[in-house]
């Protein structure tokens, strides 16, 4: 995850919801208040910054598009969420706190961290 800004609980929250419900052609600021149950000015707000950062582009009253930038930053941050996941829930199905929790930690990890992290899951999964 070699320069990747600090990501905060709520970023990472947004950004696995943009990457759970993104197809080929976006998806618009409603589908993602949808999804996490928050309102379409804090959706705005939020793609603002995502808009800063590079990880999304659109156009005005148009669908949000994830960047080539912006779906590596998901696909690592998915990657964690899920092996966290699964060490803590194994298969099991689990709730909005569990997932915000997940969140919550990969928001805390710095990058060398998260590093270390998938490494440690990545050497427990083979023994």
């Given at each position: 995850?070699?320069?990747?800004?600090?990501?905060t609980?709520?970023?990472?929250?947004?950004?696995?919801?943009?990457?759970?419900?993104?197809?080929?052609k976006?998806?618009?600021?409603s589908?993602?208040?949808k999804e996490?149950?928050?309102t379409?000015?804090?959706?705005?707000?939020?793609?603002?910054?995502f808009?800063?950062?590079n990880?999304?582009?659109?156009?005005?009253?148009?669908?949000?598009y994830?960047?080539k930038?912006?779906?590596?930053?998901?696909d690592?941050?998915?990657?964690?969420y899920?092996?966290?996941r699964?060490?803590l829930?194994?298969?099991?199905?689990?709730d909005?706190?569990?997932?915000?929790?997940?969140?919550?930690?990969?928001?805390?990890?710095?990058?060398?961290?998260?590093?270390?992290?998938?490494?440690?899951?990545?050497?427990?999964?083979?023994?």
């Amino acid at each position: 995850m070699t320069n990747t800004p600090c990501l905060t609980a709520v970023h990472v929250r947004y950004l696995l919801a943009i990457k759970r419900l993104y197809t080929e052609k976006g998806l618009y600021s409603s589908e993602i208040a949808k999804e996490l149950g928050v309102t379409k000015p804090t959706v705005h707000n939020m793609m603002d910054v995502f808009l800063e950062r590079n990880y999304i582009y659109k156009e005005p009253q148009g669908p949000v598009y994830l960047t080539k930038y912006g779906m590596r930053v998901a696909d690592e941050y998915e990657l964690y969420y899920h092996k966290i996941r699964d060490v803590l829930f194994s298969d099991r199905k689990i709730d909005h706190t569990a997932e915000t929790a997940i969140c919550a930690l990969l928001g805390e990890l710095s990058e060398e961290n998260l590093g270390i992290l998938a490494q440690e899951i990545e050497l427990s999964a083979a023994m």
